[in-house]
């Protein structure tokens, strides 16, 4: 046999194995990679169906899904147990994953409760159509408290600013807006206050008119508003002292005018200087004044 032909089947024989190990351990590696995949997935929970605010979640409400490790969301939940029996706070989707940050703590109550932060009240004010911006008042809007009523120390009716940017809790007993936008005419208006603003709304609604104010609410100025006498309205020019309506404090007093007595009248002139004459003989100077002769008429 020729020995060329065995050199060359010899290498081909050497390549072809070489060939199969690099192929054999890219294999075996694929197949680890494949068998690892499993244990780096993690349980979350999500959502069934969507849930609003207020809702109470139940094992019918969630369902658990594997998602990568890396892909996990901070404040999710692996365990269903995790999240039952916890009210919503804020509105979540279908199939979104549940966090803490959305849930109230067991036995917090149901409704409006747990959406009420530690601290703070949920005060409901008595409104009609037109006090209600004609039912467009809806849940998460901000709104101001206008109050018209009769000061103990004014002779007129007076309208002021009570309250500023209040958060607007729920309309009637609906806290989540119509999903189509529209109007919902409601009696009633729950408002999140602190206690003191809690005092001022429940004095406002007992002793005066309320009307709300719809605002923009990216605006979170808080505007200084002297209030409108029922005078201004008709061309009255006299501006009495704004007094604060509801708010169970008084106005500072207004600084008395400084009263300025008039400067005394100026002295006379003095009398002009009397003429005199210097006469000099010889050695001797002497002095002689001539009387200032009288004015005349």
Request: glycine letters at 8%.
């Amino acid at each position: 046999m020729d020995r060329r032909f065995i050199t060359v089947l010899g290498v081909s024989l050497l390549f072809a194995l070489l060939v199969s190990g690099v192929f054999y351990q890219m294999t075996g590696r694929s197949n680890t990679a494949r068998k690892a995949e499993p244990s780096d997935e993690r349980d979350l929970v999500v959502t069934a169906r969507p849930l609003g605010v207020g809702v109470m979640v139940k094992p019918a409400d969630v369902k658990v899904v594997k998602v990568a490790a890396s892909a996990f969301p901070k404040g999710a939940f692996s365990k269903v147990e995790d999240v039952l029996d916890r009210p919503v706070i804020s509105n979540v989707l279908l199939e979104e994953p549940l966090l803490e940050g959305r849930l109230a703590a067991k036995g917090s109550g149901l409704g409006l409760a747990p959406t009420i932060p530690v601290g703070m009240r949920a005060v409901t004010v008595r409104v009609n159509d037109v006090a209600g911006v004609a039912g467009f008042v809806l849940p998460g809007m901000r709104v101001d408290v206008l109050v018209t009523g009769h000061p103990p120390s004014g002779a007129e009716d007076l309208t002021a600013t009570a309250l500023q940017n209040m958060l607007v809790l729920s309309a009637g007993t609906t806290i989540q807006p119509d999903a189509r936008g529209q109007a919902m005419p409601s009696p009633t208006v729950t408002l999140l206050a602190t206690p003191e603003q809690s005092e001022t709304l429940t004095l406002a609604g007992n002793e005066g008119r309320i009307q709300l104010v719809l605002r923009n609410s990216s605006d979170q100025t808080i505007q200084k508003t002297p209030g409108r006498y029922i005078s201004e309205l008709y061309g009255g020019t006299e501006r009495k002292p704004a007094a604060r309506v509801a708010t169970g404090a008084s106005e500072k007093p207004r600084p008395r005018p400084v009263v300025v007595a008039a400067a005394p009248p100026p002295p006379p002139p003095p009398p002009p200087a009397p003429d005199q004459i210097v006469m000099i003989r010889g050695t001797l100077r002497s002095v002689e004044t001539i009387p200032n002769r009288p004015a005349a008429n």
